[in-house]
Each structure stands twice: as C-alpha cells, then as structure tokens.
C-alpha cells in the first residue's frame, strides 16, 4: 500500500464501481503491489446505489404477490391486497445501505486497495490529476496501469422542453421516494419496462410508455417484447410504439431531489397528442461518462466511449498502461460484462507487472463477443445470451432455429396457474452449436447460464441430449426443443 503523501502507486484507477473494483483487486492480490480507487462518488457505484440492486429489491416483492395471486390456495389471502410500499422501500434503502459507501471502503481498503475522494483525470503518461472536494488538486503516478472505470451516465434526448422539465432519470425512478400518480416513461428498453412494472406495481394510477420504435425490448427476440407488452396490457400499462416525444413542458419545475416529483405537471407531446402526467422518467440509453476524463493528454479524443482490444487495453495509447473497463468502452453495458472484464483487465496488469506471458484465453476477453448473458427483469422475465436470430443472420451466419411454449410444461404448469413464456435455440448449421438463446417466463433468469455454458464452451447440439432435466422443472424445455429439433 503506498503512502498516501508519495502519490505513487502500481495500479491507479479512476471509478469506484464494480469493474474498478475488481480491477484493482485482480492487479495486485497475493501480492505486494499497491493500488488506489479515485471516486467521486459512492465506492461501489451505479450498480450497487442506482441501478441493479436497488431495481431488483423494488421488483422482487411485486413478482412474489403476481406469483400468489396465480396460485390456487395463496390467491384468496392476497385478494385485494398490494404491496407495503413503505416497507418495499426501506428494504430496497437496506440493499443500498441509505446511500452510504463505507462497508464498500473498508472491503477495499482490507484487501490493499486505497480510496481517494475527488475527481480524476488524465494529465499524461501514467499520471492522473485528481480535484478533491474541497477543490486541492494533487498528481497520481501509476508504476504499471491507469484504469479508467468511469462508467455512462443517463442520456436525455434534444427534445423541447426536456432539460427544462427536470424529468426523472434511471437514478430518480430506482431511488423514488415517493410514488407519483401520473407517469409517462420514455423509453422501450429493459430500465424503461422495468421502471413501469415496478411504479404501476407500487401503485401510480396511470403508467404510460413511449417507445419510438416497432415494439418494446427491441434487441430480443421479437417474442420477448410481444409478451411484455401483452402482460403491460393486463396490469394496465399504456404502451406507445412509433411513437416520438415532441416536446415537454412542466408546470413549475423545482430541483426537489433524488426520487421526488420535481415540480408540477409535465405536459408531453408525442405524435401529436398530448398527455399530463405528475413526472416523466427518461429511459433512452445511456451515453459514457468520459467529457472531463483527459483523453487529449494522452492523444486520444475527448469524449466518446474508450475503445479497447481484448486485453481491455485502450488502442491508440502506447505502452501497454492504460485500460478502461465496463460501461465506459462500449462493449456491453451490463456490470456483469464490466466484473468479467475487470477480471481479465488486472490479470492482464497483474501478469505484466511479473513479467509473465498474456497469450492464454485467461488473459484475453471473449464473452462480450457474441456471448453476453443478460436478464429483463419484466413480468415475464427475458433471459438471454449470444446472438438472436436476427443478428446471427446479420452477421452471416446460417441459422437453424427451434422455438417452443414455455406454459406446456409440467414444470411451468406447477409453478403458477397462467404461466405464459416462449423459449428459442439459435443454432450454427455449419458447427452445429448454440449461438444464442432466449427464455421469456416468470423466474426464467435461472434458466439462462445453462445456456451460457452450452455457448461459451460450443458444445455440440448432439452431447446436449445427454445433459438431462430434472423433473419436474421449467429446464425441461431443453429436452423439448432438441425433441422439436429431431434427429
């Protein structure tokens, strides 16, 4: 650990999220190197206070009630009943600690790892400049690695009146502290169907959602988005497609803090009707949070994501230092993918450092190629990993595909009486092995690393007949697709 006066360390990195986490963990374990995490925030990051944990702790109580008012026996106890919403959230506050990072600090500090407040940036060569809160400044020197792990940020759309409207973004809506009646959400992706489950759940009147495009979950299989829309249509959640904001204006708009209405009524435009709601929440992607990280000090173009080969080295820096992980260089916007990454990152520093060899498959990042895993939390769930059949196509490969009803199943039919899921094998003709699948139905997020396995190690589609589903589970549609399939 070095002293905090020299300013020198191994292994300097700029965000405290889980990528940089682990990062720095991996590059100096079992060792004697040194390491320094520069946040500006909360040790531990987007994940950890905006993002997954407190998102799945909002929805996991509303899946549990939808789950007993399916089940013959549980349904009459919870007959006109909803969730406790003060008791939803103080829980959901427990899984982000009220907003306090010190159990994070003292993780990293008890495995070498020190943590220095304040905002980073590159000033050259293995150096970076760090402002505190109190407005010092002081330089960083890295012996071996600079890591950038700075993460995206919520994106707001150009749109009249939008900024100005102070809406709510993925930090507001995850972190609400109040419920608002009236809620138009933007967006069709995963946080913006997640979103509207969890505040229709929670007890907002009238829940409207803009997607821009065909259908909502536009990266899945089209199935996927279909259902959700069908299970959105039950639970009384308006869902737009084709449908672009115009403009917004907000009636008295006040910064009122994280979570709370900001102001009056929002009055929303979109394919020219006009909707009023109490607050609109921004779900339209993300962009990178790179705008005051010091990119031209090193030659590179400032803003952007950080473009890196599969050592996670960033391309167009000489010298083998420098890295970024996660969100910040684009290749999959998952923390999963940013922990995965960071593992192979401070391996790859760690093995630098000693002098060894990086040319294993350890050292060398390959499952944000066509191999991510990912999981919807909606109702129903979406799980998925590597390519759909769209983009497999896309990218020239001739498909084979196999698609079946999740709800035939014994195992389904157990777990709830209106079961409704879909499930779909992607295969590669010419190999023969899976390159994508994707399961659509409640508790499915448990189905989706079997399917992982089976496409990261290419196993063949013919030795998957002896991989055998224990009954009765919803992972019997294994044996049902190959039976699909034939011989």
């Known amino acids: 650990m070095a002293a905090e006066g ?10 405290g999220g889980p990528p940089g986490e682990n990062a720095a963990q991996y590059a100096i374990q079992g060792t004697g190197r040194s390491a320094v995490i520069v946040e500006h ?10 993002a997954c944990m407190p998102s799945k702790a909002l929805l996991r109580p509303i899946e549990l009630l939808g789950a007993a008012r399916a089940m013959p026996g549980v349904r009459g106890i919870v007959a006109g009943r909803e969730v406790d919403v003060a008791e939803v959230l103080a829980r959901r506050d427990g899984f982000t600690s009220n907003h306090d990072d010190a159990s994070q600090v003292a993780w990293a500090k008890g495995i070498g790892i020190d943590v220095l407040r304040g905002h980073g940036r590159l000033v050259g060569e293995r150096a970076v400049e760090v402002t505190g809160p109190d407005g010092s400044v002081r330089v960083l020197r890295a012996r071996h690695a600079v ?5 995206t940020t919520a994106a707001v759309p150009p749109v009249d009146g939008l900024r100005a409207a102070l809406p709510w973004t993925s930090r507001d809506v995850t972190n609400l502290h109040e419920v608002p009646r009236r809620v138009v959400v933007l967006g069709g992706g995963v946080v913006a169907c997640e979103s509207a489950l969890w505040l229709r759940g929670l007890g907002a009147e009238e829940v409207t959602v803009l997607e821009r495009g065909p259908g909502l979950l536009s990266k899945s299989e089209p199935f996927a988005g279909r259902l959700v829309a069908d299970r959105f249509a039950e639970l009384g959640v308006r869902v737009l497609t084709g449908t672009s904001l115009e403009s917004v204006r907000r009636d008295d708009p006040k910064d009122t803090g994280e979570g709370r209405v900001h102001g009056g009524a929002v009055h929303v435009t979109a394919a020219g009707t006009g909707i009023t709601a109490d607050e609109l929440v921004v779900a339209a992607g993300r962009t990178p949070s790179t705008g005051d990280l010091g990119l031209g000090a090193v030659g590179l173009a400032e803003g952007g994501y950080v473009d890196v080969e599969d050592h996670l080295g960033v391309r167009g820096v000489a010298g083998e230092w420098l890295y970024a992980v996660g969100d910040v260089n684009g290749r999959a916007l998952l923390t999963h993918m940013g922990k995965y990454q960071a593992r192979v990152c401070g391996s790859v520093i ?3 450092a000693e002098g060894r060899a990086v040319d294993g498959p350890r050292f060398r990042a390959s499952a944000d190629h066509a191999q991510v895993p990912q999981v919807a939390f909606t109702d129903p769930q979406v799980a998925s990993v590597g390519l759909t059949e769209a983009a497999a196509r896309e990218a020239g490969t001739d498909v ?3 698609e079946l009803d999740l709800a035939a199943l014994a195992g389904s039919a157990l777990l709830r009486d209106d079961y409704k899921g879909r499930a779909k094998l992607v295969i590669d003709r010419a190999t023969d092995v899976l390159v994508g ?8 997020a448990e189905l989706v690393h079997a399917a992982t396995i089976a496409v990261v190690g290419k196993v063949p589609m013919e030795t998957l007949w002896h991989a055998v589903p224990s009954y009765p589970t919803v992972s019997e549609i294994w044996l049902r697709l190959l039976e699909s399939r034939g011989s």
């Open 400 to 402: 084979e595909t196999v």
């Open 6 to 15: 020299d300013g020198i360390w191994d292994v300097v990195v700029i965000g």
């Open 147 to 151: 890591v950038i792990a700075t993460g």
């Open 437 to 444: 699948a994707t399961f659509v139905g409640p508790e499915t």
């Open 41 to 50: 925030e909360l040790v531990g990051g987007e994940c950890s206070y905006w």
């Open 350 to 352: 760690a093995a630098r």
